[in-house]
């Protein structure tokens, strides 16, 4: 049989999913299935998220991969604790502003030069190539997650992701689609020898249509052997080592010390009150606060007869999340290097009664940001005993840097495109810092019981998800499943802005009307994708799952 399966001429529906036992969300079926697998075993939370999280390495390539950067909040159902982990990875050593200045041409976009040398924005980090890359920090993440709350061995909970890298899987609807385009974002990389294992590893044959077969041998390789090592291979064994060699052979950056000093860093949980319900993110260098100063903004303004429906409070929301992403973008940085502002004070009520008084009935001009979702996945999990955990692993546009370590498959990140070249700025290169980052799991608590975690991911349509999506299910009294399948919004900088066709005409004319930019966009692969896993005094889980992407929700 013939046929499109990118495009539905009629709606479909997606109903709340019910479990007890235990339940996995995300954007990959055969991925929640892994993680389902090892809680049928006996595993924990833990050992579901990272069994999950390593299956999506291979078979969403598109956005993560072996290389990529990871954070998670963890809800200890013994300790009744929730914890973070940073898994943002820093600057190489060799990564300074001078060297960047020096290998990279000036140009008016990036692009490749004649002589082969690939050209940046003046004034900006390259986007693509060894340049644009920091310690990946992932793998790191599943290895200290397991250290302190794993139950299975390491190295059992790899099978399935080796499974699918050496005997192959169906390429899903959404990927085939993100992996055809990525063929024309990377195209100028082509004749430049360390993007060569780039296109043998993921276009030996082109692109990929949607459920055809692909196997991924060196990515394999690869887990098995971070599986044996407990991960300790990739930054101090026969992985790092290779590293360092292709890096030292084709002009990169990274050598094996930089990934030697680097460990994944447990963080204390930001959060905010809102609505009755605590909402919780990872600190800076992460932009989870940007989502939070937003809803402490929204909390001043009056919503109680908003809906989701209604201009209005649209307006307000734009409004509101526009101020935050100003000014998390101008302050956010590695903590250690964050000079002009406190974490305490973006948080604190009297930044946000400062802030409220800007939001008017017309549409506001600040400083523009990139809205383009990028390449991540958002995954969480929950068991039976009431461990519960959000986490999310990303290599942050596409396939991210372009980079891949040959005879091994990894594919890294490109976060440290990220960087500013201003010296003035609190988000400046410096070797061993980590950069503004946006990926952001989220978790939802009240009166100090955990209440469940919740994600969007889609780089600065993170923050953007997650106000709308807690505000659909607290304000506006949406399921977990309606709560993401609601249209969404997405400000695109100035007074531009796009929403889903779900809105309809007359929100778009509203908004219009009140000074906004409107674009009606129906292409919804810009406007990210969620789960969600709420437990209630029952101890039932309800599970929900983004009608955007390719997943579902597994449950027990």
């Avoid at 299935?33 to 598109?62: F, R, Y």
């Avoid at 992701?161 to 005997?167: K, M, N």
């Avoid at 999310?392 to 091994?408: A, E, R």
């Avoid at 919804?524 to 599970?543: A, C, K, P, T």
Wanted: charged share 20%.
């Amino acid at each position: 049989m013939n046929f499109d399966t990118y495009n539905y001429r009629y709606p479909s529906r997606r109903s709340v999913v019910y479990g007890t036992k235990g339940m996995v969300c995300t954007s990959q079926t055969l991925a929640a299935q892994a993680g389902l697998d090892v809680l049928k075993k006996g595993g924990n939370a833990v050992d579901a998220i990272i069994a999950t999280a390593s299956c999506l390495t291979v078979l969403e390539p598109c956005s993560n991969g072996l290389g990529s950067d990871a954070f998670a909040l963890y809800w200890d159902a013994k300790t009744k604790k929730l914890y973070g982990i940073n898994g943002s990875g820093y600057a190489p050593a060799k990564l300074t502003v001078e060297a960047v200045q020096s290998q990279f041409n000036n140009g008016d976009v990036q692009e490749q030069s004649k002589n082969g040398t690939m050209k940046c924005e003046p004034g900006k980090m390259p986007k693509r190539g060894w340049g644009s890359m920091t310690v990946p920090g992932a793998v790191s993440t599943w290895a200290e997650l397991h250290k302190r709350f794993g139950r299975k061995s390491f190295e059992s909970l790899f099978d399935a992701a080796i499974t699918c890298a050496e005997e192959g899987y169906p390429v899903s609807p959404l990927v085939a689609y993100e992996w055809a385009l990525a063929d024309d974002v990377y195209k100028d990389y082509k004749t430049q020898t360390e993007f060569k294992p780039f296109y043998d590893t993921f276009f030996a044959n082109g692109a990929p249509q949607s459920g055809e077969i692909v196997k991924l041998p060196h990515h394999g390789r690869a887990l098995r052997e971070i599986a044996k090592t407990n991960g300790e291979s990739f930054y101090r064994g026969a992985i790092a080592d290779a590293i360092d060699a292709f890096s030292t052979k084709t002009g990169g950056f990274i050598r094996k010390e930089d990934l030697a000093n680097y460990r994944a860093e447990w963080v204390e949980p930001i959060r905010t009150k809102y609505h009755g319900y605590e909402v919780c993110e990872i600190p800076p260098n992460g932009q989870g606060i940007v989502a939070l100063m937003a809803l402490n903004i929204l909390e001043q303004l009056d919503m109680e007869q908003g809906h989701h429906d209604d201009a209005d409070t649209i307006h307000k929301q734009l409004e509101a999340m526009k101020l935050a992403f100003t000014d998390g973008k101008t302050y956010v940085a590695d903590p250690k290097y964050m000079k002009q502002m406190t974490v305490a004070h973006l948080l604190s009520g009297e930044y946000a009664a400062s802030r409220v008084q800007e939001i008017g009935t017309t549409a506001s001009s600040p400083k523009a940001i990139d809205p383009l979702s990028g390449g991540t996945v958002y995954l969480c999990a929950a068991d039976s005993e009431g461990n519960m955990i959000s986490f999310i692993q990303s290599n942050y546009m596409g396939f991210g840097s372009g980079i891949v370590l040959p005879g091994y498959g990894v594919a890294f990140n490109n976060r440290a495109s990220d960087f500013s070249l201003n010296l003035a700025a609190d988000n400046y290169l410096v070797p061993g810092k980590k950069p503004y980052h946006t990926i952001i799991p989220g978790f939802l608590m009240k009166q100090g019981e955990a209440v469940g975690p919740f994600g969007v991911m889609g780089a600065y349509m993170q923050p953007q998800g997650h106000v709308q999506v807690l505000m659909n299910m607290l304000h506006f009294g949406m399921n977990p499943q309606e709560a993401l399948d609601a249209p969404r919004w997405q400000w695109t900088g100035d007074k531009y802005i796009e929403i889903e066709p779900g809105f309809g005409e007359s929100i778009a004319q509203a908004l219009i009307a009140k000074g906004h930019d409107v674009n009606i966009q129906p292409d919804f692969i810009s406007f990210g994708r969620g789960q969600i896993i709420v437990r209630d005094e029952n101890g039932v889980l309800m599970g929900a799952t983004e009608p955007r992407a390719d997943g579902c929700v597994a449950s027990w």
